[in-house]
């Protein structure tokens, strides 16, 4: 190999280590995102003793995770060791009075707007289990219906029917609930009433009844835990919870609650910032081989 040869071998040579060193550099100096932080928390709040556990999920949950199905609720102790858990519904009650301890109830603000002879009432539900809503009024009517379960645009045919309330007309029989079967969760919910050429309802209320889910795992009795969720990177656990449940299934559950929900500000810095890093390095790299091509061709002139 002449010494042309081999001031180009060098040059490569030395183009390869310092585009490695910049990009260990770039490595370690570009912001770990934490994409996979939790936005929300909440502590669950036990008697300290061992045993399994069993914690009802509140509106806040349902709210402020960013799974439909709550794929991203996680468990952590006090050294934030993730801790095995499973769901239970209402379909896992096998008495009434299990059943009921999912049920709940209660009034729910509603927004009223009318579309020519239409009127439509939404509903802000923030992805809660529901199922029956109750229309409070005193006005004689009969009305038919048709109810829609809402994701920003997209729109989910749910129940329709008649609503009456005729208590003078033994024929008619009072209607003024309306039920569904869906398990989908919804933003909101949208109720057209067809008033046809009668006047709009005079509603005093409107009540929403849903279902809360379980939560269910094994308290060591000797730290604390907390329910993290609002993380949108996460999928299904996968613990393996065939003994668990067997073993749960022959222990007494003990009711554990949910204390005040924490936020959690992102970890992660802001994006533009990261792009600044790498368009730093881009240019950095560009301009380093630019150099190393021009020194490459001037040796070669000189030889």
């Not at 909440?42 to 709550?70: C, F």
Request: hydrophobic share 35%.
């Amino acid at each position: 190999m002449g010494k042309h040869d081999a001031i180009e071998v060098q040059a490569v040579n030395m183009l390869s280590k310092v585009i490695t060193l910049l990009f260990s550099f770039f490595l370690i100096a570009t912001p770990v995102y934490a994409e996979s932080s939790f936005q929300y928390s909440k502590p669950i709040q036990t008697n300290d003793l061992a045993g399994y556990k069993s914690v009802i999920l509140d509106k806040e949950v349902y709210a402020h995770s960013r799974q439909l199905q709550l794929q991203d609720l996680r468990i952590f102790d006090k050294l934030d060791h993730e801790v095995p858990y499973f769901l239970i519904s209402i379909l896992d009650a096998s008495t009434t009075k299990e059943k009921e301890s999912f049920i709940h109830s209660e009034e729910t603000p509603y927004a009223t707007t009318q579309d020519g002879n239409d009127t439509v009432i939404t509903i802000e539900v923030n992805r809660l289990n529901g199922f029956l809503l109750k229309l409070n009024t005193d006005d004689l009517f009969e009305r038919t219906y048709v109810l829609y379960g809402m994701n920003g645009e997209t729109k989910w045919y749910l129940s329709e029917g008649t609503l009456v309330n005729q208590p003078l007309d033994p024929s008619l029989t009072i209607q003024k609930d309306i039920k569904w079967t869906s398990t989908n969760p919804f933003d909101t919910l949208r109720l057209v009433i067809h008033n046809r050429d009668n006047k709009p309802l005079n509603l005093k209320s409107i009540s929403f009844s849903y279902y809360l889910d379980k939560l269910v795992f094994q308290d060591l009795g000797n730290t604390q835990y907390r329910l993290a969720y609002g993380n949108d990177t996460l999928s299904t656990t996968q613990y393996n919870m065939l003994n668990y449940k067997s073993s749960v299934g022959n222990e007494p559950l003990t009711q554990a609650t949910l204390g005040a929900e924490v936020s959690t500000p992102p970890q992660a810095q802001l994006p533009e910032k990261a792009m600044k890093y790498k368009l730093l390095f881009y240019s950095t790299i560009s301009a380093l081989a630019l150099f190393v091509v021009i020194g490459i061709g001037f040796s070669l002139r000189r030889k």
